[in-house]
């Protein structure tokens, strides 16, 4: 049986401008036979624990990405394609709203937010971010840095080398509950908002609890054309599976 009130969100707003001059976002670009996109949506598919997939597109790609997702989802009823926002953070609050407004919204309404272009993340993950989101009200998927961070205010010099036994790499989901996560973004300053690298920074900027949940190596985001050979023999070696 679903868990109720537990929404997986789907971050495809973006248009891959790192990935050189493609037609079309990094998203809709094929690996293992199918779009990235796909990929992502399916392992929110397969969970038990959603209750329905909100997918956020950038508004001249909202027909193709329904397209895309009825011709390789056949079973797509659970999957909602809305228009995203300006910002990561945006696009998030329309997740939100568009919950509120279709399906109603409570203390208890968990948002596991993810980026399209990680298909790798695993059941096991999204169950820990269920799991923690509930228990703590927020969480981000992270693995211990394994180089040595490098800090440079002026990009020029070296100024400051943090103690990498406390660094690690965020990934995604962050999860979070949603009526939590949206009254305390609102409540930031347009110069808070400016700073804000991703949706856990919202909460961290507040003094709230944000716990960490153990990523793997493999939930790679697809970013570089290189990031796509490195998938394609992720695949191959049924890291989907």
């Not at 797509?76 to 998030?92: H, K, L, Y």
């Amino acid at each position: 049986m679903k868990k109720t009130n537990v929404y997986g969100v789907v971050l495809a707003g973006g248009v891959g401008t790192r990935m050189g001059n493609v037609e079309k976002p990094k998203q809709f670009m094929e690996v293992g036979k199918k779009p990235i996109i796909v990929h992502t949506i399916e392992k929110f598919v397969v969970h038990p624990g959603f209750e329905r997939i909100i997918v956020l597109s950038p508004k001249a790609w909202i027909k193709y990405t329904q397209d895309v997702i009825r011709k390789y989802i056949p079973n797509a009823s659970d999957i909602d394609v809305i228009e995203g926002g300006a910002t990561r953070n945006e696009t998030i609050m329309n997740s939100i709203r568009h919950i509120e407004e279709q399906y109603g919204l409570d203390e208890d309404t968990i948002i596991v937010t993810h980026d399209s272009v990680r298909p790798f993340v695993t059941h096991r993950i999204l169950e820990d971010n269920i799991r923690y989101a509930r228990e703590a009200g927020a969480c981000d998927t992270v693995i211990p840095a394994t180089d040595t961070i490098v800090e440079s205010t002026n990009h020029c010099n070296i100024t400051n080398i943090p103690d990498r036994a406390k660094m690690y790499q965020g990934q995604t989901p962050q999860s979070f509950r949603a009526k939590k996560l949206r009254s305390v973004y609102e409540a930031l300053t347009d110069e808070e908002k400016q700073i804000l690298t991703d949706a856990c920074k919202i909460l961290v900027l507040k003094g709230e609890q944000v716990r960490l949940v153990d990523g793997e190596v493999f939930n790679i985001k697809i970013t570089y054309p290189y990031d796509l050979r490195v998938a394609e023999s992720l695949l191959g070696g049924d890291i989907l599976c």
